[in-house]
């Protein structure tokens, strides 16, 4: 699986706006700054955040984002999903409407169980869960697996 720089940007984007102490929007400016994201790449990702209900926007002097819910009610995969699209694909397409024939036929299995481990992982974590530094007891114990932290 492959995290886009667009994926990337708008988990950022939605951890700053869930860290937000105060019920006050957000500048697209001071996200990208605090986040280190080029300003217009983030307002076309704001955009579509807004427009797939997970951020509001308020214009004026006064205006900026913030979350549509509550951040605990907002997983990875809800942030992924809105600005990239499904989690998984295969050459773009969706595993269950793949078909292979011959030796490759078991491939599609391994695709659909990499998709729900995928999902597993994405939707059980939540804004609050990332920005209080408290991921689920089955996610952290990931990160404790022989060979989790090296490149082979």
């Known amino acids: 699986m492959r995290i886009s720089a667009r994926a990337d940007y708008a988990v950022r984007a939605a951890l700053q706006l869930a860290a937000s102490r105060d019920d006050a929007p957000l500048k697209a400016e001071a996200i990208a700054q605090a986040q280190d994201i080029p300003h217009k790449f983030l307002e076309s990702i704001l955009n579509d955040m807004r ?12 205006g900026g984002y913030r979350l549509a819910r509550p951040a605990e009610s907002i997983s990875i995969a809800d942030v992924i999903r809105t600005v990239d699209g499904p989690l998984v694909s295969v050459r773009g397409v969706r595993p269950p409407d793949l078909t292979y024939t011959g030796p490759a036929e078991s491939l599609l299995p391994l695709w659909i169980a990499l998709r729900s481990n995928v999902r597993e992982i994405l939707e059980g974590v939540s804004l609050t869960d990332v920005v209080s530094a408290q991921l689920p007891a089955d996610v952290s114990a990931l990160t404790n697996a022989p060979g989790a932290w090296g490149n082979p």
Do not use: I, K, T
């Open 51 to 62: 427009r797939g209900g997970l951020v509001l926007s308020q214009r004026g002097g006064n």
